[in-house]
């Protein structure tokens, strides 16, 4: 494996159908226990120590988090970290109940940590065990840390008990390790995975996973034209920039893509000539998150074998100060042919992305998914909690937020179109760059992006405001949240959107 990459071992997962019994919960260091909001007294009955956990409950209340915070008479001494829930309790709920119950009950030891979800129907218990389980391999991951004391692991192996049957968790562990990928690679410092050690880890991990790796240098993207990505990337001391090409083909391998993620990968963003005050450079290192989450989505599609043609497009530079910087006012020609009045320089990310749009859809993929920390106004506009979405085929809104609320990746989608781009009109250029008043910042940029997208394909753009929330945001407990694999996957998956997107 890449030196870049994270050694963490996979976690364990044991299942055991039927009764819970003591002998079940004997292994277990610590016991997460979900319970309905009014817990029937017969349930008690068949929980080992049931009565004791019952009396703990009461001590504490039904609704807290913990609600029960209790060690059984075992041998191991088992934590018991329980809460309620509501029967229509959202995935967002649930995601968020995880986060908090594994993090209350694995901050003394790590171990074996069970889970326990009764009193609900049988279809309900699955998707909160499902919840809990990418809750606790959220947990389990380490994000770097270089310190001299090596960071001790949280959790050793899962163990399920309680359940009807055995759940297929495939697409849980799939989906956790694209998250964990995008995360850790977000987290590394950025003399680290600078743009060179990227595209090389790219190369690496592409070998390992059988995908097909190209990487586009900044000669060849002079020769193609990608005037505004190489803008932004003139201002880099070297000729590190690149844009990078993934392909995943389980079937022909010169099939067309039926989905083409593509990833803004700032990987460091000093704001340009107009540079950011010292707050707001401070985790600029992590303006490479949308090629991040294009990534780990790409990786949880291949773990899962789904049969479907994917192709990942990285726009991979940084955004420099120095001579050579690009600067307001300069005439920048597009890959399409289209011309940018430049007007701040710290809007790169539209300008990286525009040319590597043009690229992936030149291609005619059956759906464009961009992924982008790129507007402030976004999070001005949603906070962190939500990420806005944008996209031509505006009567998928319904859809998009009703994905959103599925897998508890919560989306909110905007307005874009010709109409906005009169505040992008130019005297020398076919667009500026962004507007001046800076209203609308986000729409205007979707707007932007829009022009890019050749041949009318399908397309989302995703402004991931949602990418850093403090304390973790649904499942996941870092600050970093790597949002995006979990919503694309369940849009390909449970809204089916591309056996509809044409
Ligand atoms: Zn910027």
């Known amino acids: 494996m890449h030196s870049l990459l994270s050694d963490s071992k996979e976690i364990r997962i044991y299942q055991r159908p039927g009764r819970v019994t003591a002998k079940q919960l004997e292994p277990m260091d610590q016991l997460l226990l979900i319970l309905p909001r009014k817990v029937p007294a017969p349930l008690w009955r068949k929980l080992p120590e049931g009565q004791k956990l019952k009396a703990a409950m009461r001590r504490r209340g039904a609704n807290a988090v913990p609600a029960i915070y209790s060690r059984l008479g075992n041998k191991k001494q088992t934590l018991v970290a329980g809460a309620t829930l509501a029967n229509d309790a959202t995935a967002f709920e649930q995601l968020t109940l995880a986060r908090r119950l594994v993090a209350?009950?694995?901050?003394?030891?790590?171990g074996s940590l069970g889970i326990a979800v009764m009193g609900?129907?049988?279809?309900?218990?699955?998707?909160i065990v499902r919840n809990v389980v990418a809750g606790a391999l959220a947990a389990a991951f380490q994000l770097p840390a270089f310190k001299s004391d090596a960071p001790s692991d949280k959790i050793r192996s899962i163990r399920i008990v309680g359940l009807a049957e055995k759940l297929d968790l495939e697409r849980?562990?799939?989906?956790?390790?694209?998250?964990?990928?995008?995360?850790w690679l977000t987290a590394m410092p950025p003399n680290k995975l600078d743009a060179a050690g990227y595209a090389d880890l790219l190369q690496t991990l592409a070998k390992d996973r059988g995908w097909e790796y190209k990487r586009y240098s900044t000669k060849e993207l002079e020769k193609m034209g990608a005037g505004a990505f190489l803008a932004v990337a003139q201002g880099n001391d070297d000729n590190s920039a690149s844009i990078v090409r993934l392909r995943y083909r389980p079937g022909t391998a010169s099939a067309k893509a039926d989905l083409s993620l593509v990833g803004k990968g700032i990987i460091f963003d000093t704001g340009g000539t107009n540079l950011k005050p010292f707050r707001a450079m401070l985790d600029m290192h992590g303006d490479m998150q949308g090629s991040a989450v294009a990534l780990g989505t790409l990786l949880a599609i291949s773990e899962m074998k789904l049969p479907l043609g994917v192709d990942a497009w990285l726009a991979i530079t940084e955004n420099r100060t120095g001579p050579s910087a690009y600067k307001s006012q300069d005439l920048i020609v597009a890959a399409n042919g289209k011309t940018i009045q430049t007007i701040h320089t710290d809007a790169e990310g539209r300008m990286a992305l525009a040319d590597t749009l043009v690229f992936a859809s030149r291609e005619e993929p059956g759906l464009i998914v961009d992924y982008a920390t790129l507007t402030g106004s976004c999070v001005n506009a949603i906070t962190t909690r939500y990420c806005g979405v944008f996209t031509n085929r505006p009567d998928w809104h319904p859809r998009l937020k009703r994905t959103g609320q599925h897998c508890g990746e919560r989306v909110w989608p905007f307005p874009i179109g010709k109409e906005f781009l009169e505040e992008l009109k130019s005297d020398v250029a076919d667009l500026q760059q962004c507007s001046v008043k800076g209203t609308g910042d986000h729409i205007l940029a979707g707007s932007f992006l829009a022009e890019f997208v050749e041949?009318?394909?399908p397309w989302l753009h995703m402004d991931l405001s949602a990418s850093n929330n403090k304390g973790g945001l649904g499942h996941v407990p870092t600050e970093v949240t790597g949002f995006g694999v979990r919503y694309t996957m369940s849009l390909v998956l449970d809204e089916k959107i591309l056996e509809t997107a044409d």
């Not at 209350?104 to 790590?110: D, G, I, L, N, R």
């Not at 849980?172 to 995360?183: D, T, W």
């Open 104 to 110: 209350s009950a694995t901050t003394e030891k790590a």
């Open 172 to 183: 849980v562990r799939a989906e956790a390790n694209g998250n964990n990928l995008a995360r």
């Open 120 to 127: 609900f129907d049988d279809d309900v218990a699955a998707a």
């Open 455 to 457: 041949h009318d394909v």
